[in-house]
């Protein structure tokens, strides 16, 4: 089991920047990847970044890529979602996720941290 717990979100105004944590702990050596989702009220749950734990190969969506970026600090099990240059279209819940094995699914879920972005 991989427990994770997202922070850093917030009321921010467009144009800035904000910074997303996720804190994963149990069994993280066990980790292929971690990933960044979001879900918009309204709308499905869409995938936003990924990056895996021992290479550091990372993939955007394309709504996200130039403004974005994924990062991570294995010795401390925490993935990072570096966001710039925020829109309004921007805001969503944000859901940090693990995938335990390459051909596998995203198998743990956070409970979300909450980003508004206004005009």
């Known amino acids: 089991q991989v427990q994770l717990v997202e922070s850093g979100g917030g009321l921010v105004q467009a144009g800035t920047s904000l910074r997303l944590s996720c804190a994963a702990s149990g069994r993280t050596s066990s980790t292929y990847a971690m990933g960044w989702f979001r879900q918009a009220p309204g709308k499905e749950r869409e995938f936003v970044a990924s990056?895996?734990?021992?290479?550091?190969?990372?993939r955007y969506a394309d709504s996200v890529k130039g403004r974005f970026t994924i990062s991570r600090d294995n010795a401390k099990n925490t993935v990072y979602l570096q966001m710039d240059s925020l829109k309004p279209e921007d805001t969503a819940v944000y859901f940090c996720?693990?995938?335990?094995?390459?051909?596998?699914?995203?198998?743990?879920w956070g409970q979300g941290t909450r980003v508004t972005v206004s005009s």
């Open positions: 990056i895996t734990r021992n290479i550091g190969i990372s």
């Open positions: 996720a693990v995938k335990p094995v390459a051909a596998g699914q995203y198998d743990y």
